[in-house]
């Protein structure tokens, strides 16, 4: 095997995803299983030497096999813990079914609405990602193809905890990321009710999510940030913004309950998550 070997022979073949078109992430891919348009977006898989399937939307990295989970727990169940016993739940977003899949954990759930806009990214996700896309099929759960701040406008219904779990504020994602969005999801909540909100990246998005906490201080009386890893993700270091009513962020039960196990989450991390750099603090006017 020559040195030149790794640089010219098949399949050498990498995908990179850029962040403000200056530095990025590129991994080598081992094979396009699907690359295709639906009515909203570009969207495609990919399987990977290190990271395996790879799911891409609007040109930017849902997840990997590799990472998902990391994103996925902490997403949902930092909100599901911290409420005292969420029943009924909305995900806004989340098509992929990875937010779903853990949010169907917990035995208190009665029902679930899972909003997405585009029915092709349950199809794509179901076929080739059947291990995130498991809980489709749970009677609890109800699924609407619709614009997610179309849905909250209209719906007459409450739920303890709301998700957002969105793809970036580009594209089909724009409409969930407005202070009225904000405003109707807490219309939408019962008293004890919670909301999470994936946020970006503090290191690249420092504007945006200045921008977003402000928006969420003017409607909820209690707003975090917490913070997590996310390889996949621009810089890695990922932020997530709990909102509430007014309960507060930590845990209030343990993990044991759950039904099914957990790889990434545990309540240490819980309350751990909600530490942040000075830097951070600052760009949310957090003490
Ligand atoms: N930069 C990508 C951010 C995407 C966050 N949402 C991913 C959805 C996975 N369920």
Redesign the pocket.
């Known amino acids: 095997m020559s040195e030149f070997d790794q640089y010219l022979s098949p399949p050498n073949l990498w995908f990179s995803?850029l962040h403000k078109n200056e530095v990025g992430l590129t991994f080598r891919i081992k094979d396009v299983l699907y690359a295709g348009h639906s009515k909203y977006q570009r969207i495609m898989v990919v399987d990977t030497f290190e990271l395996g399937k790879v799911?891409i939307?609007y040109g930017?990295?849902?997840?990997t096999e590799k990472d998902?989970y990391f994103?996925?727990e902490m997403?949902a169940h930092v909100g599901m813990f911290a409420h005292p016993e969420p029943k009924r739940v909305l995900i806004i977003?989340?098509?992929?079914?990875?937010?779903l899949r853990e949010v169907c954990k917990h035995p208190s759930v009665e029902h679930v609405d899972l909003v997405d806009i585009d029915s092709e990214v349950v199809r794509i996700s179901r076929e080739f990602f059947p291990n995130?896309a498991s809980s489709f099929d749970d009677p609890r759960v109800s699924v609407h193809f619709e614009d997610g701040a179309k849905f909250v406008r209209e719906s007459k219904d409450r739920y303890d905890v709301v998700f957002v779990?969105?793809?970036?504020p580009v594209g089909p994602a724009t409409t969930i990321f407005s202070r009225e969005f904000y405003q109707s999801i807490k219309e939408h909540l019962t008293e004890n009710g919670v909301m999470v909100a994936?946020s970006?990246?503090p290191f690249y998005h420092a504007q945006f999510i200045s921008g977003l906490f402000d928006d969420l201080k003017k409607v909820f009386p209690y707003v975090r940030m917490y913070l997590s890893w996310?390889p996949?993700?621009?810089s890695g270091m990922?932020s997530y913004a709990f909102a509430s009513l007014g309960v507060d962020h930590l845990p209030k039960r343990g993990p044991e309950t759950l039904n099914g196990k957990l790889r990434f989450y545990n309540p240490e991390l819980h309350k751990a998550a909600f530490a942040l750099p000075n830097f951070v603090k600052e760009m949310v006017g957090q003490d």
């Open positions: 995803e799911l939307l930017s990295i849902m997840f998902e994103y996925h997403l977003g989340g098509g992929d079914g990875g937010t995130i779990d969105s793809s970036d994936q970006e990246s996310m996949a993700y621009p990922w």
